[in-house]
């Protein structure tokens, strides 16, 4: 999706702002509008998640600031960057906010996109291909499929502080009785307590697939059942940003035959 609109103009300086969704790593798998988007920023708010070989198509004079842990402030409170984004827009630039996967999907792109437009600021904002998207179309797993799945369901695995998050044991029976995929977001911090909610209803040899740095060249991955995803993930030593797909789809793969033949866990070529 794409909303267009003049660029913001003070004190004669016209500056505008993009939110470029980068995909999850992989340049190949960005939009033609996001190359063409990066190439003509000045400024670039670039999130931890996005991959280097991303970053790279910048312009040489355009400038760079890593806005996650990555570039040394301890995760830069979300306030700061809004107001980052707003000073750089008054000051006439052309501004790329970079956000891993699709800025709209768990991505906070929302609040960002909102706080702007309440400042009178035009926003564009550029589609990427989401994780829980790539993660499993890396494996050959489908999200739908009409013998396995009626439709899929994405959802984050963790919880803002003081909320209670998703009913997991609720989700559950609704994943079963409805046939849907489930695909986790940030889950690999809360996998002991999604996996023991999701027995509830769902059978223990669900197939369930965990994709680590999907697209990317250290790509890992594990298939194994519902009753074994802890400690899959354990002895495997998968951790973040990670995908965990659950549900029927994983069955039947390419990925699921090679694990016949294979120990659980592949690295990417
Ligand atoms: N806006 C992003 C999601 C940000 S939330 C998107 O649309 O993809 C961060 C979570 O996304 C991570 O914890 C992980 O669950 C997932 N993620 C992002 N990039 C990933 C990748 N390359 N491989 C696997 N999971 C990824």
Redo the contacts with the bound molecule.
């Keep these: 999706m794409t909303t267009t609109r003049p660029p913001t103009q003070r004190n004669g300086l016209q500056g505008s702002c993009t939110l470029v969704g980068a995909g ?2 992989d340049p190949e798998l960005l939009t033609l509008r996001a190359v063409r988007a990066i190439e003509s920023a000045t400024v670039l708010l670039v999130d931890d ?1 996005v991959s280097e070989a991303i970053v790279a198509l910048a312009p040489r004079r355009a400038r760079v600031v890593h806005v996650g842990k990555r570039g040394g402030c301890q995760s830069t409170p979300q306030a700061f960057i809004e107001k980052l984004m707003l000073m750089a827009v008054h000051e006439g630039e052309t501004v790329v906010r970079l ?5 709209f ?3 906070r792109g929302g609040e960002e996109a909102e706080h702007l437009r309440a400042e009178g600021i035009a926003v564009e904002v550029v589609n ?1 291909i ?3 998207l ?2 499993p179309t890396a494996l050959g797993i489908p999200l739908t499929h009409r013998e396995h799945a009626h439709g899929v369901l994405f959802i984050t695995g963790h919880t803002q502080p003081g909320t209670s998050g998703p009913d997991w044991q609720q989700l559950a029976a609704t994943v079963q009785h409805a046939r849907l995929t489930l695909v986790i ?3 690999m911090g809360s996998a002991a307590r999604i996996q023991q909610a999701l027995l509830t209803s769902l059978p223990a040899s669900t197939p369930v697939a965990v ?6 060249p250290r790509q890992r991955h594990a298939i194994t059942t519902l009753d074994q995803l802890v400690d899959t993930i354990q002895c495997e030593g998968l951790g ?4 965990i797909v659950v549900g029927d789809v994983v069955r039947g793969t390419a990925a699921m035959a090679e694990t016949a033949r294979q120990p659980a866990l592949h690295h990417a070529g």
């Design positions: 999850p790593g998640l956000k891993g996967g699709d800025p999907v768990f991505g990427g989401t994780a829980g790539a993660g977001y940030m889950g994709i680590e740095h999907a697209s990317q973040s940003p990670s995908i």
